[in-house]
């Protein structure tokens, strides 16, 4: 199991290693969360993460935030999750100022269907943003569409994935990002598991481009 674990490592360093030379140095940025999850019973569970960013060909760490969700799932194909998330950010581009906090009170409902070996799901995010010393509300909504296939593999299950989520403000009336995602998730015990991905954000106004690896380490209970 060991060896296994040692191999599928070597193998997620050698994919995030490609994907990092994929695009323009100063675009790329890579993206890490660490994230603890359970059950606390058949129809609740709970979900705690903490995800850094780092831009500006990865010399910038310019995000932070942390996140707590509790999901009810009311049948198989409908779950509904209130969630909280604090953020710390500035600018992708420089570190020569601080910090500016925000606070996200979240609604998120995901519906999802399976088709064949194919697991499609469509989660809405709506989002109340407020910044601390600041008395400006926004309102956000996230739509993210995702293609999942579950393959078996001894001794790790991997279920690779493709996703696309758009962005609208209410403020600017209009859409204003698109994130689209390759990834995979590597379930490594009963207890452990690690998500890797790549990202393309496109923001539209003003027009931007950024590549992103990511990789969110999970761990169960």
Known sequence: MRF??????????????VILSAGPSTSMEYWHANTLSGKLSNHVAVNMQSESRFGNGMKNYYYQHTHLEIKYTINP????????????????ETTK?????????????????????????????????????SEEIQWRLRNKMQCRVPVMTSPFKLRPYLSDELFYLDECDEWTRNRFYLGVDIDLEKYYAISVYYMIEDNFNPSNRYHVAGANIQLKF
């Open 4 to 17: 296994q674990m040692f191999k599928m490592t070597f193998w997620i360093i050698g994919f995030c290693t």
């Open 77 to 92: 194909w409908l779950t509904v999750a209130p969630a909280y998330r604090q953020v710390h950010k500035r600018s992708r």
């Open 97 to 133: 100022v601080g910090m500016t906090i925000e606070h996200l009170p979240q609604i998120n409902c995901t519906g999802k269907v399976v088709w064949k070996v194919l697991e499609i799901s469509d989660r809405i995010r709506i989002e109340r943003i407020s910044k601390e010393n």
